[in-house]
Every structure is written in C-alpha cells, then in structure tokens.
C-alpha cells in the first residue's frame, strides 16, 4: 500500500517511522510474541464486556492483543502507513491520545454487540487512525498493493459500509464489525469536536488582535480612525489579560490544546465570553 497526494508526491516508507507508531507497532508485536510463549496471556488481556468490572485493565489491553498473525499483521501494516502523517502534524501526545480514544470507541460499541463475547485486536483504534487520515487528506490517492488506485476517502468509506452490513447480515466471519464502527464512531465524534475547539482559537486570536488595537488606539469603535491624543490612554488590565491570552495561544500553536492547564482553560473561557457579549 502506498499513497500519493494531488501532485503526485509519495508518502509510503520514505515518511519515516514516528515514535508513538513504532512504540505501538512494537508492544504489539510484543503481546503478540508472548501469547504464542504464553497462550494464557491471552486471555488475561482479551475484552468481554459482561467482565469489566472485574477485569478493567481489558478495556485497554485488548487493543494489543491479537488472534493471529494475519490479524496483527495486516492492522499494523495500516498503521505503519496511516499513522505517521497523523503524529507528525499533531505531535506524539496528541496521536497516542486519539489512538486510545479510538480503541475505547471500539471497546463501548462491543457491550451493544458482544456483550459475553471476547474482543481483541488494534483494528478500532486503526480505524480510527484511518479515518483522520481520510479527514485531512480526502483526495489522496492510495495505492492498495502498489497498484489499485483509490481515494482514502472512499477506501474508508467502503471499510465503513462493509462493517455495517456485516452487522446487519450478521455475517462477521469472526471478525469485530461493531468495534471497527465504535473506532470509526469515537473518531469522528473527537475530530469534529477538535476542530470546534480549533475553530474558537482561531476566532479568539482575530479577537484578541482586535481588541490590542482597540487598546492601543484608545477607540473601540473605529479602529480605522485615529482617535483625539485625550482618548489614547493606557489600559494596563486589559493588556496584561491580552498578554496572557497571546500566550496561551502560543502555548497551543506549539504543544496543542491539551496542553493547557485548568487556569489556562479558564482564561480562554472568560476571553471568550467577553468576545461573544462585544
């Protein structure tokens, strides 16, 4: 599998290997190595939702375990692809999060569809990987076995339409549809909701551009006229908050919205409120 963008550049194995990627890719090849040593493992570390209360741990570890080698193969062969121009637009924190996030997606969806049954596997969280991937570079053209061309959105949209008719037909062949749907699922609900989040930042930071100007004029009317030398005074308050505001915003350029501390959070929120009511 490799894939190209609109102008024909590639970005199969010359993207390099991320950090987080190659961690997951090497704690599952791990788990994988240790149940076949060790075939109780397994089980240990299998989700059965009618267990959780007892085995919590499986909510997570399920994500690392794998019923055979073609299983474990073929998702991390997806995330070797899919994942590192994930990670690196979005910083290793931030993937491994989303990662998680997609897995628990994977996990919720099997107490609606396998309540008594065991799950395992990395394929929610891979299939939420794929999905952001789709989600940022829709019109990239990948090449399924170096010769198939399609479009990742529609490669994940076909993925997603078979699980669903899968679970319809109750056809799954062993295979955990609903999970790959809670991958999809909790992806897309934290995707969407990032991008609000991203969204407000980006209207904070024209306000608070706005408002320094207002500030410095001493006119939070007009800021295109030159107000009378009595209006200009200093407004030291109000500079200091815009000053920590441009720093915390700084903070997320750099680091993410994650990032930020309870404090830092707050700040936004009040700047925010004021923006709303101006």
């Known amino acids: 599998m490799a894939y190209r963008d609109n102008y024909g550049y590639g970005y199969s194995f010359g993207y390099?290997?991320?950090?987080w990627v190659k961690r997951i890719i090497i704690a599952n090849v791990a788990i994988y190595l240790a149940t076949l040593a060790f075939p109780v493992i397994q089980l240990w570390l299998t989700l059965i939702p009618a267990l959780t209360f007892v085995r919590p741990w499986t909510l997570v570890t399920y994500m690392f375990a794998h019923g055979g080698f073609f299983h474990l193969f073929f998702n991390m062969?997806?995330?070797f692809f899919f994942g590192p121009p994930l990670e690196g637009m979005w910083g290793g924190r931030e993937f491994a999060k989303f990662y998680l996030i997609s897995g628990l997606g994977g996990a919720l969806f099997s107490y609606f569809f396998a309540f008594e049954l065991g799950v395992l596997g990395a394929s929610a969280a891979v299939y939420g990987v794929m999905l952001a991937f789709a989600m940022n570079w829709p019109d990239m053209t990948i090449h399924i076995w170096g010769i198939l061309p399609v479009k990742a959105k529609w490669l994940v949209a076909f993925l997603a339409a078979v699980s669903v008719a899968s679970i319809i037909g109750g056809t799954?062949?062993?295979?955990?549809h609903f999970a790959h749907l809670g991958g999809f699922a909790a992806a897309y609900l934290y995707l969407r909701f990032d991008q609000r989040l991203t969204d407000r930042v980006a209207r904070l930071k024209k306000f608070v551009s706005r408002r320094r100007f207002q500030v410095s004029t001493g006119d939070p009317e007009e800021p295109g006229q030159r107000p009378p030398p009595r209006a200009r005074r200093p407004r030291r308050d109000e500079d200091r908050v815009l000053d920590e505001v441009d720093r915390?915003?700084?903070k997320i350029s750099e680091?993410?919205?994650q990032s930020l501390s309870p404090d830092e959070?707050?700040?936004?929120d009040d700047v925010s409120k004021r923006?709303?009511?101006n």
């Open 77 to 79: 062969l997806v995330l």
């Open 265 to 268: 959070l707050r700040l936004l």
């Open 255 to 257: 680091s993410g919205l």
């Open 275 to 277: 923006y709303r009511q």
């Open 248 to 250: 915390v915003l700084d």
């Open 172 to 176: 799954g062949g062993g295979i955990a």
């Open 16 to 19: 390099g290997l991320t950090p």
